[in-house]
C-alpha cells in the first residue's frame, strides 16, 4: 500500500479542492435536483417547459445578443486602446493610465449602475437596450483591456523588428504579427465580458426595459415565484451557455496558437 507523502507539494492544492467541492459541486448536484426531482420524482416536465416556452427562447435569444454586442464593442474599444497604452514609452506613465481606466472598478458594481443611470435619466437618454449595452461596455470594458494589454506587451520586440527587417510596413506588421499573436488576450477578454453580461441581473433591471428582459431578471422571477425547479433550470441553461462559449474560446484559441507555431516555424 502506497503511504501518503504528507510533504507533498499537491497537498497545497487540498483547500482548494474542499473549497471546489462545498461551492461548486455539491450547489450543481442541488441544481440538478432541483431540476429534475422538484417534485420528489424524477421528471422533465420543467426542463422541458422551459425548452417549449417560445419566450424562454426569446429571452435566450435577447441575452446572447446584447452580450454579445457588448463584448464585440468592447474588443473594438479596448484592443486599439490597448495597443496605444503599450506603445507609450513610459512604464509609468503606462501604469498611470490603466490606473485611471481600472480605478473605477474599485466601486461596487450596483452603484456604477445606479449613477450611470441618474445620468442618463438627467440627459434624458431613456432606458432601452441602448442604454442597457452602453452600461455593459462601460462595467466591463476593462476586463477586455487588461488581458490585451498583457499580451500585447508581451510580444518580444525582435518580433516586430525582423517584421521590419523584412520590409513590412507598420500595417503589415501589425496584421501579421501583432494581431495574431494578441489572439489569446482577445479571447481571454471576450470570455470575461461576455460570460457575465449575458447573466446580468442589476444592470438590465436598471437600465433596461420590457424590451430587455434577460435571463437573469427571469432567474430572478423564478426565484421570487418560489419557483426553485424553474430556476434551477435556468441556472443549468445559463451554465451550459457559459460552458460552450468557453468551448468555443478554446477550440479558437488551439487553432490560433497552431497557426502560430507554424507560422514561427
Not at 499580451?151 to 523588428?161: D, M
Not at 447573466?199 to 430587455?212: K, N, P, R, V
Not at 434577460?214 to 424553474?230: H, P, V
Request: net charge positive.
Amino acid at each position: 500500500m502506497k503511504k501518503i507523502n504528507f510533504n507533498s507539494r499537491s497537498l497545497f492544492a487540498l483547500p482548494y479542492l474542499i473549497y471546489m467541492f462545498i461551492f461548486v459541486v455539491v450547489p450543481l448536484f442541488m441544481l440538478l435536483g432541483y431540476a429534475f426531482f422538484g417534485n420528489g420524482n424524477f421528471s422533465f416536465d420543467e426542463v422541458s417547459a422551459f425548452f417549449t416556452d417560445s419566450s424562454q427562447w426569446a429571452t435566450i435569444g435577447r441575452s446572447l445578443r446584447i452580450a454579445l454586442t457588448a463584448a464585440l464593442a468592447c474588443i473594438l474599444i479596448g484592443f486599439p486602446l490597448a495597443y496605444i497604452i503599450a506603445k507609450i514609452r513610459s512604464k509609468t506613465a503606462q501604469y498611470m493610465v490603466l490606473m485611471a481606466l481600472v480605478a473605477p472598478m474599485w466601486i461596487n458594481g450596483l452603484l456604477r449602475t445606479i449613477a450611470l443611470k441618474d445620468l442618463a435619466t438627467l440627459i434624458h437618454f431613456g432606458t432601452g437596450e441602448t442604454l442597457l449595452t452602453l452600461g455593459l461596455i462601460i462595467d466591463y470594458l476593462p476586463f477586455m483591456l487588461m488581458p490585451i494589454y498583457l499580451v500585447i506587451t508581451g510580444i518580444p520586440k525582435s518580433y516586430l523588428e525582423v517584421s521590419a527587417d523584412l520590409g513590412a510596413s507598420p500595417l503589415i506588421t501589425f496584421v501579421k504579427v501583432v494581431l495574431p499573436l494578441s489572439m489569446s488576450g482577445i479571447i481571454s477578454g471576450f470570455l470575461m465580458v461576455f460570460t457575465p453580461a449575458v447573466s446580468t441581473y442589476y444592470m438590465s433591471e436598471y437600465l433596461g426595459d420590457q424590451s430587455t428582459f434577460m435571463i437573469g431578471e427571469q432567474l430572478n422571477t423564478m426565484f421570487t415565484k418560489d419557483n426553485k425547479s424553474g430556476a434551477a433550470v435556468i441556472a443549468l441553461v445559463l451554465l451550459a451557455l457559459v460552458g460552450l462559449s468557453v468551448f468555443i474560446a478554446n477550440r479558437l484559441s488551439r487553432i490560433g496558437n497552431n497557426k502560430k507555431e507554424g507560422g514561427l516555424a
